[in-house]
């Protein structure tokens, strides 16, 4: 858990209180959030009576829930500190047990030599005292010799039954003699009951036969028909002769050897590695590490040093086993893009790791460590797979929309239900795109503790790119793109060469990146985020836009689709503004020599606006109302760009204004008069079609004023020359329903083409076909 997300609580409402703080501990690392709990000085009670004093229920739910994953994410922390430090810690304890033995040793020399100097000086005793009557001293002599004699005999009973005791290998009952000869050797050496050198004779004996004993068990534990119940006794009885690590190590030791034999029976051919061969050698590694953990606590229960050791030979059998995994398995599936194989292992292999974390054993990131470069290779394969497989459709799609072919393979979480109401129509390359995309983020899914939804987003946007880019370059204007060209060289797209199809170029990728994508990307989102307390279910147009990334990659996604709306809009522009031998179709000339006439012409827009512009946006939207059925907004963004991209053109124009407002011949009245129609025509026309913006209203309305202070600049008043704005409005409307063919003229006056009068169906018939 990203410890970003802890936030500091105050006062008042929760949930306010986590966003204010947010910011101001955006920098702060997880050990900087705890220090208030670290103090000496803390107190529970008045930490949670502070924070919880104005909360109501809810609020004191979400504090809890908030201590909770603090409190995860503090074990989290510790347990990273704990593994980061194992090595060293393992490395000293054995250094301890070392020297430990070698004090043992120097003490045993110690008492053997301050033994042998005890008796030597006894003995000079003995032989110094000449006191006593003789028959005295013989009486002492003969009770001492009777007594030796005894204790010798027990003596020599004691190694007998001792000896028989080994080689029948009864542990217990030897472990027993031995603590006897150990109380006997003890009792004596206090009361003095023997001289030094059988006491020292017997003490030896003791050692020899307790490391004998220790022998025949380190024997026992490594035979391979030691298991369970004798194991553990073997090595129990070794830890009580007072060789702890080295039992602890026979005990792991042995695991070790069962394992390995294990493995090698399990071993099969090269063609059956995979899921089913995954499984059965994770079963059987991660059961006899739980094993061993289950024997070491029975014997060891959890002293530190014991359980260090275990934990570090856990570490080591996971890596080997995640080793023989990477070689057999996931190195062949990465090669060639096999990312469900890879994932299905993976998943696997962690779903049995995690049932060791009850034993206090974490061992996934052992295997996130080992497995995540592979999975990655996977993932950059699959993404360029989808890439290739789609560039190679793209050279054949017809760019109509269908919907999904049937027997096509659907993405195993998608229900019939679901599909049956709403079935994307998409071409060919498109659905190709889409079904590969679902396809790679269903079995991401199960890789859900890599942590990989950050770069496998990108990926996919990377790849949608791509596929853009091929859609741009299927534009016939690509072609004249020097940059297109060099870079998709290798990559032949078959051009969209009608409306219909260019406009299907835009279909498919808007489909993309509003719907389709996103709703497969939600795949990759945890279930706990999904399902948070006491929030009411969401739609899943909101859940797919509630996570900051998640918005912000779907804002690219859409940027991505704004650059192949723009080259359309280019292109369409481009085609409609120059003509076939490089002239403008839309040029000052038009409307500087209308004055020359002498007669008063028929009113009626410009053919560039009515025949060429207005017909392509009616056909353009008639296009796509079929194509973006329940998605309008879009189909009314592209002609509002469109449009917008010819008007700005025409405003930006230099070459027009120059010969306008600096040009040998001025702008007369008519010119004025008939720009100001064909501004009012697009106004009106792009308002009923309700793809007028606000720019485009603007930068027609700035058109206008500066085609009136170009007159205004002659000295003429351009407004006593101008009709009312009516009339524009209304020769606009008549020119609209004429070339719509609603057009009803049955009581219009016959007579009049002067801008104060009603127009004539002649004239405007007449002036419509020039």
Excluded at 242 to 247: K, V
Excluded at 289 to 309: H, K, N
Excluded at 650 to 677: A, H, M, N, R, V
Aim: glycine residues 4%; aromatic residues 6%.
């Amino acid at each position: 858990m990203d410890s970003s997300t802890f936030t500091s609580l105050s006062r008042g409402s929760f949930s306010s209180s986590v966003e204010d703080s947010s910011e101001s501990e955006a920098n702060l690392t997880l050990s900087d959030r705890l220090k208030v709990f670290k103090t000496s000085n803390f107190d529970p009670d008045a930490y949670v009576t502070s924070k919880c004093q104005t909360m109501n229920e809810k609020e004191i739910r979400h504090l809890c829930s908030y201590l909770v994953e603090l409190k995860k994410a503090s074990a989290e922390e510790m347990r990273k500190s704990v593994y980061a430090n194992y090595g060293a810690f393992i490395r000293t304890s054995r250094e301890i047990s070392d020297l430990e033995g070698q004090l043992l040793s120097m003490r045993n020399l110690l008492s053997t030599q301050a033994a042998l100097v005890h008796g030597l000086s006894e003995g000079v005793h003995i032989d110094s005292l000449s006191t006593g009557p003789e028959d005295s001293a013989g009486e002492d002599v003969l009770y001492e010799n009777k007594e030796l004699s005894n204790i010798e005999n027990w003596l020599v009973e004691f190694l007998d039954t001792l000896e028989v005791l080994l080689s029948e290998r009864r542990v217990d009952e030897a472990l027993a003699a031995l603590d006897e000869g150990e109380s006997m050797a003890k009792e004596a050496k206090e009361r003095q009951t023997l001289s030094q050198t059988i006491l020292l004779s017997l003490e030896t004996t003791i050692t020899e036969q307790r490391q004998k004993l220790a022998d025949q068990l380190a024997e026992t534990t490594c035979q391979p028909s030691t298991r369970g119940v004798e194991l553990r006794s073997a090595v129990l009885a070794l830890k009580k002769l007072g060789d702890g690590p080295r039992a602890h190590t026979l005990l792991l030791n042995s695991h070790k050897q069962k394992l390995q034999g294990n493995m090698q029976s399990l071993r099969p051919s090269n063609a059956s590695y995979g899921a089913a061969y995954t499984a059965s050698l994770s079963q059987i590694v991660f059961s006899t590490i739980a094993q061993a953990a289950s024997d070491s606590l029975a014997v060891f229960d959890e002293e530190p040093a014991y359980t260090s050791e275990l934990v570090t030979w856990a570490v080591k059998q996971t890596e080997a086993f995640a080793l023989i995994l990477k070689r057999h398995v996931l190195a062949s599936s990465a090669a060639v893009g096999g990312l469900r194989v890879a994932a299905e292992c993976v998943h696997i292999c962690l779903a049995h790791c995690s049932l060791l974390e009850a034993r206090g054993l974490s061992l996934s990131p052992v295997l996130l460590r080992l497995f995540r470069p592979l999975i990655e290779q996977a993932l950059n394969d699959n993404l360029k797979r989808i890439e290739q497989s789609c560039a190679a459709l793209a050279a054949a799609d017809d760019w109509v929309l269908t919907y999904l072919p049937a027997g096509t393979r659907l993405a195993s979480s998608t229900s019939l239900s679901s599909v049956n109401l709403s079935q994307p129509k998409l071409s060919s390359s498109a659905h190709r795109f889409n079904s590969m995309v679902q396809e790679f983020l269903e079995d991401l899914c199960l890789l859900e503790s890599l942590q990989l939804d950050v770069s496998t987003l990108e990926g996919v946007l990377q790849v949608f790119n791509s596929y853009v880019n091929l859609l741009i370059n299927a534009l016939p204007s690509s072609m004249d793109n020097e940059e297109d060209t060099e870079v998709y060289a290798n990559k032949i797209v078959r051009m969209a060469e009608t409306e219909a199809q260019q406009i299907a170029l835009l279909a498919n990728a808007s489909l993309l990146a509003d719907e389709l994508l996103p709703r497969a990307a939600m795949k990759l989102l945890p279930l706990q985020q999904t399902n948070k307390m006491d929030e009411p279910p969401r739609r899943g147009s909101d859940r797919q836009s509630r996570l900051p990334e998640q918005r912000e990659w779907k804002r690219r996604l859409q940027r991505s689709v704004d650059r192949l709306r723009d080259s359309f809009c280019r292109h369409h522009a481009l085609e409609l503004i120059f003509l076939d031998d490089g002239d403008t179709s839309i040029n000052a000339q038009m409307y500087i020599y209308m004055d020359d006439n002498t007669d008063e012409p028929e009113w009626f827009p410009s053919p560039i606006f009515q025949v060429v512009l207005f017909a392509k946006l009616t056909r353009m939207a008639s296009i796509a109302t079929d194509m973006f059925l329940g998605r309008e907004r879009f189909a009314t963004v592209l002609l509002m760009r469109l449009t917008e991209t010819v008007i700005l053109w025409l405003s930006e124009d230099q070459s027009f204004w120059e010969d306008i407002e600096e040009g040998p011949k001025p702008l007369g009245p008519l010119g004025l008069q008939q720009l100001y129609l064909d501004m009012e025509f697009v106004i009106l026309f792009s308002s009923q079609g309700r793809y007028l913006s606000r720019n485009l209203h603007q930068v027609i309305k700035n058109i206008i004023g500066r085609a009136i202070d170009s007159v205004a600049a002659t000295g003429m008043d351009p407004y006593s020359v101008l009709p009312e704005d009516d009339w524009f409005a209304e020769v606009a409307q008549i020119a609209i329903k004429v070339l719509t063919g609603k057009a009803n003229f049955g009581n219009v006056d016959r007579d009049v083409t002067s801008p104060t009068a009603s127009i004539s169906a002649t004239s405007v018939f007449s002036h419509g076909s020039n």
